[in-house]
């Protein structure tokens, strides 16, 4: 019993369970400010269904990956996701088909969740969970037969899209909106390309195309860096569409950020990759809730 419940942590990511609903939520507190109003029923819905949509999300990656999971040759950056530190369905401690009855069950929960929203409100939201459930499955096939990185550059928009139906929860799409997308995606690639760069080996065990094993280890630093030099001049024109308190905590994250790409840049190793990588997790939350405590305060 204790196993098993361990092995659905890992499956989960357990201990990034308190980020998730804070991105939601910080797309819907900007909808709040944008359109005046507030409810605590719908924060805590949209909270609820950030948190299930994005578990669903890592169910889904591990369960289309599960055969090719079973090649890996070390285990660095299964042991930062996982709190247990293993892959459950490699394992066997979780099944492949009580992995897939588990995805079908949150987005079950989550459907039921959005059309409780307004019209067209849950038809925006509704779409947005196709899709990056689609694209999410879709990155996870592409990138084991490509030249060029369609899989990264595509498949990273679902994350993007996290805080957009947030806002779409509340809000319609605008300008604001579209900002935060921009301002995110960059982020995105950034993010995934250091994942690469730390897990190069297991990349190419499994035969994978991933950034680091399409450009090596000099190129995916490269692409790192200009994509977060691409998110900081995105978070300078999304800042001023918003309060006074944001200007703070992006300065915090864009801080933590430029530190870690260029810590990075000197020593150029996934040791130094694995370090690096939690600041860009502290980076992400410092902006969500900077959002958040502008809109209370």
Not at 101 to 109: K, N, P, R, T, W
Request: aromatic share 16%; net charge positive; glycine share 8%.
């Amino acid at each position: 019993m204790i196993e098993t419940l361990k092995a659905y942590l890992d499956l989960i990511r357990a201990h990034f369970l308190p980020a998730w609903p804070l991105i939601s939520c910080s797309g819907l507190m900007l909808a709040f400010a944008n359109y005046g109003g507030f409810s605590w029923e719908l924060t805590l819905k949209v909270a609820l269904m950030g948190l299930l949509g994005f578990e669903a999300g890592f169910i889904l990656n591990d369960y289309v990956d599960r055969n090719r999971d079973r090649l890996d040759v070390e285990n660095t950056l299964t042991r930062y996701w996982r709190p247990f530190k293993e892959r459950p369905i490699p394992s066997g401690k979780i099944s492949s088909k009580n992995a897939l009855l588990l995805f079908i069950l949150l987005i079950a929960v989550i459907s039921a969740l959005i059309f409780t929203l307004p019209y067209p409100n849950s038809l925006y939201v509704f779409a947005i969970m196709l899709y990056s459930y689609g694209i999410e499955a879709f990155y996870q096939v592409k990138k084991r037969n490509q030249s060029y990185p369609i899989a990264q550059l595509s498949g990273r928009t679902d994350f993007t899209l996290f805080p957009a139906a947030g806002y779409l929860c509340y809000g319609q799409p605008d300008i604001t909106m579209l900002l935060y997308m921009v301002f995110l995606y960059p982020w995105t690639m950034a993010h995934l390309g250091l994942n690469d760069f730390i897990d190069l080996k297991n990349d190419r065990a499994r035969g994978m195309k991933s950034i680091t094993v399409l450009y090596g280890e000099k190129g995916t630093i490269y692409w790192i860096i200009g994509f977060t030099i691409l998110h900081l001049l995105a978070g300078v024109v999304f800042v001023r569409e918003l309060g006074n308190i944001v200007p703070y905590g992006f300065l915090a994250g864009f801080v933590l950020l430029a530190g870690s790409t260029l810590y990075l840049w000197k020593e150029k190793s996934p040791a130094t990759g694995l370090k690096v990588l939690p600041l860009f997790h502290v980076a992400l939350v410092t902006y969500a809730i900077s959002i958040i405590l502008d809109f209370i305060y």
